[in-house]
């Protein structure tokens, strides 16, 4: 089966630019999260989709910053536009069960989107 | 409100010897509690998990955590490290939602 899987793997882009990271979950998760390391510090939190709805947004920095999961399939999280202190490492994960996050069963991480903003 | 703090960014130990990697957590309700692995250039992969029921908790490749309430700690240790340990390594506790709350991470360095 299939990992959570993460495009592009790295990313350098201009301040002022737009860039558009991609998530494909595991197939028959409804619980999709996106986490934001900015170097040398914790991973955080940005957002939560249950299906394509948008459960949790919290974190999300600020305005500049679109998620979307249509179809309740694969996400999207576009920066738009890009400053230098969006580069930071973001990861997805997928889990089957919402009940606080994992209940019985564990969220599944992919590999992460490394963003740097020139 | 929920926090982790992870002692140390970077832990070095010989091939062979204990490996102590320190976390304590903050929770306003019952934690749940995790603990990631990173490996270079992979996603991060769950190692063990405290929920309920027995302090002491096994995961994959002999690692283990014992949760001490009374010390808000949830320490991950193995008896013995190996070179393929080398890796960063996150603790996590969950809240009332749906999120992870993270520490920053510690890198764990096995010198042969």
């Known amino acids: 089966e299939a990992g959570v899987t993460q495009f592009p793997s790295h990313s350098v882009i201009e301040k002022g630019q737009t860039v558009t990271l991609r998530c494909d979950p595991i197939?028959?998760?409804?619980?999709l999260y996106w986490y934001r390391r900015v170097m040398g510090k914790e991973i955080k939190f940005l957002l939560h989709?249950?299906?394509?709805?948008?459960?949790?947004e919290s974190g999300m920095p600020n305005n500049r910053f679109l998620a979307e999961r249509t179809g309740g399939t694969y996400s999207t999280l576009k920066v738009q536009p890009a400053e230098l202190e969006d580069s930071g490492v973001y990861f997805c994960?997928?889990?089957?069960?919402?009940?606080?996050?994992?209940?019985?069963?564990?969220?599944?991480f992919g590999q992460g989107t490394r963003l740097t903003v020139v | 409100a929920q926090s982790v703090t992870q002692l140390g960014s970077h832990v070095s130990v010989s091939e062979g010897a204990l490996v102590l990697l320190r976390c304590n957590y903050s929770s306003s309700v019952p934690p749940y509690l995790f603990w990631y692995v990173q490996y270079p250039n992979q996603g991060l992969q769950l190692l063990l998990k405290?929920?309920?029921?027995?302090?002491l908790v096994k995961g994959i490749n002999g690692f283990e955590a014992e949760f001490k309430k009374s010390e808000t700690s949830f320490h991950l240790t193995k008896p013995s490290a190996h070179m393929s340990d080398a890796a960063e390594y996150f603790c996590?506790?969950?809240?009332?939602?749906?999120?992870?709350?993270f520490g920053t991470g510690t890198s764990l360095t096995v010198i042969p």
């Open positions: 996590a506790v969950s809240g009332t939602g749906n999120q992870f709350y």
């Open positions: 994960a997928s889990s089957q069960d919402g009940n606080r996050g994992i209940t019985n069963t564990e969220a599944f």
């Open positions: 989709f249950v299906k394509e709805s948008k459960q949790d």
């Open positions: 197939s028959g998760h409804d619980n």
């Open positions: 405290y929920t309920t029921g027995a302090t």
